[in-house]
């Protein structure tokens, strides 16, 4: 909170701001340093409070490899490949100095335990998907932020009950993010006075990616909290960012563009082209995303296969209804 209005000074003293574009929902000119702030807040707390142990020191330094990253995209803008070869620098940290990777599907299409080399591959894409997913959520003033605080909140308690002493120094990461987060938030809702641009985005990602692993490791090793249903209760958790990746970029490639081509076809876009305001939309895709960890911790007793179809179920569902419906005031702006 105190580091904020610095930045800002700072991003408007040296012209450190967003242009606003024809993808873009905002129409002035906004810093996009949000994330020095949370990582500043993030990091401090974590290594002044925390345990480190259990692969927390290599998941610093991954978030080190990608604030760098994300902070030169910020200010100069690099290509995806760069950013890519970022990702696989701080993957590469977690996975082979602190073994954090997924080793067992747990039963999913009766897969079980992994070769060493699939695991590692599944990983990287696991990583790679999650930390990109949030990347790509952030579209609306303080919607990656709600959505962020929702998921680390969720593992954090979780890691709390059931995480031991493999486990549990966990919940450090997830109450530090939610401090950084509950900082950045009181300038990022609308109407923000910065956003968390791709320092904040890759970053909180990064986190969210790899206590999602731990999450499903945890299952794995402990049998809680949802004993072999932490993959599909995992899924369900990250719902509203996966399934808005996998939405679009199946829609892009039905069109027969690239799936990496820039447009306004995010969930959030839709959501506002039906007539819904700013404010209303985050508190929507909040609580879509409440929802639906609200009915995979409580139906989780069912297991990977049928957690797994309902929430496939719904997606398709839900994808038909944004792809179709169109409000009355939108249709009338439309018209006019």
């Not at 930390?131 to 909140?153: E, K, M, P, Q, R």
């Amino acid at each position: 909170m105190f580091a904020v209005p610095s930045v800002i000074y700072i991003a408007h003293l040296k012209n450190m701001l967003d242009l606003p574009n024809k993808r873009t929902v905002h129409a002035l000119l906004t810093p996009r340093l949000g994330g020095v702030a949370i990582f500043a807040g993030f990091m401090s707390a974590l290594t002044i409070f925390a345990d480190l142990g259990n692969g927390i020191q290599q998941l610093l330094a991954g978030c080190i490899v990608l604030f760098f990253v994300g902070l030169k995209d910020d200010l100069v803008s690099i290509s995806p490949a760069k950013k890519l070869v970022g990702q696989l620098l701080a993957t590469g940290i977690v996975m082979f100095m602190a073994d954090i990777r997924i080793t067992s599907f747990q039963g999913i299409f009766g897969i079980h335990e992994l070769p060493d080399g699939i695991s590692y591959a599944f990983t990287f894409l696991a990583i790679a998907g999650i930390t990109n997913a949030i990347n790509l959520i952030d579209g609306l003033d303080g919607l990656a932020g709600s959505i962020v605080l929702i998921i680390v909140s969720t593992f954090g308690y979780y890691f709390h009950r059931y995480g031991g002493s493999a486990f549990g120094n966990y919940v450090f990461v997830s109450v530090c993010v939610i401090g950084g987060m509950l900082g950045f938030l009181r300038y990022n809702f609308h109407k923000a006075t910065i956003f968390m641009g791709d320092t904040g985005s890759l970053l909180c990602g990064f986190i969210v990616s790899v206590l999602t692993i731990q999450f499903i490791q945890m299952g794995l090793h402990t049998s809680q909290p949802f004993d072999a249903a932490n993959p599909a209760v995992a899924v369900g958790i990250l719902f509203v960012p996966l399934f808005d990746t996998l939405r679009v970029f199946t829609v892009r490639v039905l069109n027969g563009t690239s799936p990496f081509t820039p447009d306004k076809n995010h969930i959030h876009h839709r959501i506002l082209a039906m007539g819904f305001q700013q404010i209303s939309t985050v508190l929507l895709l909040a609580l879509l995303n409440l929802v639906v960890i609200l009915f995979v911790i409580n139906f989780g007793y069912l297991g990977n296969t049928l957690l797994i179809a309902g929430l496939i179920a719904f997606s398709l569902l839900l994808s038909v209804f944004l792809g179709t419906y169109r409000s009355r005031s939108a249709q009338q702006r439309v018209a006019s």
